[in-house]
């Protein structure tokens, strides 16, 4: 992965890797499903109105958004509901301190927040939330600091993956209005991580361009965590 931490850096112990080989099938199965590859979700009845929506953002109708465009919600609503369950947790787990402990909460709102507006926006349509094992990452400030760093980073992939996917101007509205915040929380903690640390110096801010990663990467690389367990 460009500018990412591999997994072996995450998982010195192996403990991570230990734990995806031993998800089985019928788990992964459901993490795909979960992350709309090829769910037939219908819309709801219902108008989809204001509050979480963006500024700028209009409320959406039913018959407004492609299928296509709900799986492409649906897969950012599933990442979205692991980072925003692995900043509550790491949040209060008591191991953050200074800065780390500021960017956990901030960072902790701001997911719970994308949360929202994605349900909102997909009403009945939106998948419900896979059961999570963040492996300990959110009780040592050193791990918390290098899977955070993995998982925002991977964020600005998927996004920057699919905003071009995206067929309704709306719904490529609201995913333009996330991804730049995915982008300043990875640049974010990689200056905590890499600012007068013991690990070698870096910028937060890596190169001029950044790759937008194919749906079926990603899910590979959150699978490869087996954070998510049912």
Known sequence: MTHLPTLEVLDRDGAIQEAAEKVDDKTRAAFLRKAGVGVGAVLAATTFTGGALPKGMPALRRGQIPQSDIDILNFALTLEYL??????????????????????????????????????????????????????????????????????????????????????????????????????????????????GTTPATTPAPGGFEEGYSKAKILALVKSTGFIVG
């Open 83 to 196: 980072e925003s369950a692995f900043y509550a947790e790491a949040k209060g787990s008591g191991a953050l301190k200074g800065e780390t402990q500021r960017f956990a909460n901030v960072v902790s709102n701001h997911e719970f927040s994308h949360v929202k507006f994605l349900q909102k926006v997909l009403g009945s349509s939106a998948v419900a939330m896979p059961k999570f094992d963040f492996k300990g990452t959110t009780m040592d400030m050193a791990k918390f600091e290098a899977t955070a760093d993995v998982l925002e980073n991977t964020g600005v992939h998927a996004y920057l993956g699919q905003v071009g996917n995206i067929k309704t101007p709306a719904v490529l509205a609201g995913a333009g209005s996330i991804l730049p915040v995915e982008a300043r929380h990875a640049a974010w903690i990689r200056d905590i991580r890499f600012h007068g």
